[in-house]
């Protein structure tokens, strides 16, 4: 039977959502000027630190951002050119309790992004295996991809990684499972599931939390069957 704990045993790395705004958005400075004067006690905790930062998007490349840290609360928030998005770093797997969906929706509205292309958002796991096989040799057994054959016999096959796209009511999941930092020798296997939402209107926290929330069920349900022996 294939492990149903996988996810709540490996290390949670990241949290993070947001939105791709598919219009022009106030200048820099003026987004700083709007995040500095605003009080977000609510959801950032005090101390906050400011600074200059760089947002990257996968079709749209990188871009200058401004990013607020809380360091108490654990979050951060950055607004850029070409994405809004949002951190947790604490490690809370109940993300039906997580305030990342509120903060995004709140300083898209605060910095006046009224038409974005897309809602996004992944989470990265971490977790070992516990027998003698490497991670990316775990993840090839777990797949049933045996690749005798494929190649001359000189060639020495150590694994792999796997990656499964699927979609579900509008909503786009990816999920991925190999070694960590794709080193051949490693025991570490990485998990991540991401989401991709097309939409022309900034969700409700709601709708965000919604797919924050699915997007580990789903990764659940693959890594289950592909470390089922592993761990």
């Known amino acids: 039977m294939p492990n149903n704990d996988v996810l709540e045993r490996a290390?949670?790395?990241?949290?993070?959502?947001?939105?791709v705004p598919s219009?022009?958005?106030?200048?820099?400075?003026?987004?700083?000027?709007?995040?500095?004067?605003?009080?977000?006690?609510?959801?950032?905790?005090?101390?906050?630190?400011?600074?200059?930062?760089?947002?990257?998007?996968?079709?749209r490349g990188v871009a200058p951002a401004f990013q607020i840290d809380s360091m108490k609360s654990q979050r951060s928030v950055s607004v850029g050119g070409i994405r809004l998005e949002g951190h947790e770093y604490a490690g809370n797997r109940d993300l039906r309790q997580s305030q990342l969906p509120e903060l995004i929706t709140r300083v898209a509205t605060a910095v006046g992004?009224?038409?974005?292309?897309?809602?996004?958002?992944?989470?990265?796991?971490?977790i070992d295996t516990v027998n003698e096989k490497t991670a990316a040799k775990v993840i090839t057994d777990g797949l049933h991809r045996d690749t005798t054959g494929w190649f001359e016999?000189?060639?020495q096959a150590y694994g792999g990684a796997g990656r499964l796209f699927l979609g579900e009511e509008g909503v786009n999941y990816t999920l991925a499972i190999e070694p960590q930092g794709n080193e051949i020798g490693t025991k570490t296997v990485w998990m991540s599931t991401a989401f991709f939402a097309p939409?022309?209107?900034?969700?409700?926290?709601?709708?965000?939390?919604?797919?924050?929330?699915?997007a580990?069920?789903?990764?659940?349900?693959?890594?289950?069957?592909?470390l089922e022996h592993a761990l």
């Open 113 to 126: 992004i009224q038409e974005i292309s897309a809602v996004v958002g992944s989470q990265a796991y971490v």
């Open 11 to 19: 290390k949670l790395l990241d949290v993070n959502a947001g939105v």
């Open 23 to 59: 219009g022009a958005i106030p200048a820099l400075a003026q987004v700083a000027t709007t995040l500095t004067s605003t009080d977000w006690s609510a959801l950032l905790e005090p101390p906050l630190s400011y600074s200059q930062a760089v947002t990257f998007d996968p079709s």
């Open 216 to 226: 580990p069920e789903l990764l659940e349900m693959f890594v289950s069957h592909v």
């Open 199 to 214: 939409t022309r209107e900034v969700p409700s926290a709601e709708d965000v939390r919604r797919m924050m929330c699915r």
């Open 153 to 155: 016999e000189k060639i």
